[in-house]
């Protein structure tokens, strides 16, 4: 019952993706590692659009199959085996993996300087919490998911200079819920860009007592995000589930 919740919590993030239109086409993944595992998890099947992913599309990768899963690139996404194994393996905190190309944080991505300055209560959130890969250097294959691990390090998100955003967690809900709202943080930041005006950033100070506030609320905001979409599918796309 377990691993099945955790399938489940998978699929509502890879469904809510697509209906918040963070994904594109069908070259994005998430995964999960089973409980008290690192190089046991759960990823998308290639070539399955977000809105379509099921629980029976979730392939189980595990150090007896990997070999195996790396042979069959029609199973399982080469770059997704490398990106999500490696980071898996040699990051404790990323027990969930999602990572999409979604059209703000992947614009951020382009700037010269990427950084997400303290403008509002979102972008405060992730105030010094977010590691910047900014040499990129191709596909992620091997050399470049190790790049990616290490780059990581003990942070719970990752924008990859000219690509996108990779976001950790412990668990889906909270995974998830950082990705919901660094989109929407980026794109508050974007939009500000785009008005030519010069921006108001708050103190470092205020950003830091912020970012520590969300943080440590004390309402578990995330795991109800998640459990209200479930909610919704529940009603909506129920085949989610299968």
């Known amino acids: 019952m377990e691993r099945l919740e955790l399938q489940k919590d998978l699929v509502a993030a890879f469904r809510w993706t697509a209906r ?3 994904n594109e086409a069908v070259s994005n993944h998430f995964s999960v590692c089973l409980p008290n595992s690192n190089d046991s998890f759960y990823v998308n099947r290639a070539g399955i659009h977000f809105n379509r992913v ?3 599309d979730l392939v189980l990768v595990e150090r007896s199959n990997l070999e195996k899963i790396k042979k069959d690139p029609s199973l399982v996404d080469p770059t997704a085996i490398n990106i999500h194994g490696e980071i898996h393996k040699i990051v404790p905190q990323a027990k969930c993996i999602l ?5 703000y944080a992947t614009v951020l991505s382009t700037l010269k300087n990427p950084e997400l300055p ?5 972008t405060m959130r992730f105030y010094n919490r977010v ?3 900014d040499n990129f250097g191709g596909l992620g294959f091997e050399e470049e998911s190790k790049k990616m691990a290490t780059c990581l390090g003990n942070k719970q998100l990752m924008l990859l200079a000219n690509h996108g955003v990779l976001v950790t967690g412990q668990t889906v809900a909270q995974a998830f819920d950082d990705l919901y709202y660094f989109e929407r943080a980026c794109r508050t930041y974007i939009i500000a860009l785009s008005t030519n005006k010069e921006l108001k950033i708050t103190s470092p100070e205020v950003a830091e007592k912020t ?3 969300c943080a440590n609320y004390p309402i578990d905001l995330a795991g ?3 459990k209200e979409i479930r ?8 085949d989610y589930k299968n």
Do not use: T
């Open 54 to 56: 099921k629980v029976s």
């Open 231 to 238: 909610s919704i599918l529940d009603k909506e796309e129920p």
């Open 224 to 226: 109800k995000h998640l």
């Open 20 to 22: 918040l239109n963070m």
């Open 211 to 213: 970012a520590q506030e």
């Open 131 to 133: 590691s910047v890969l």
């Open 118 to 122: 303290p403008i509002d209560q979102n």
């Open 99 to 103: 990572h999409v190309h979604s059209k």
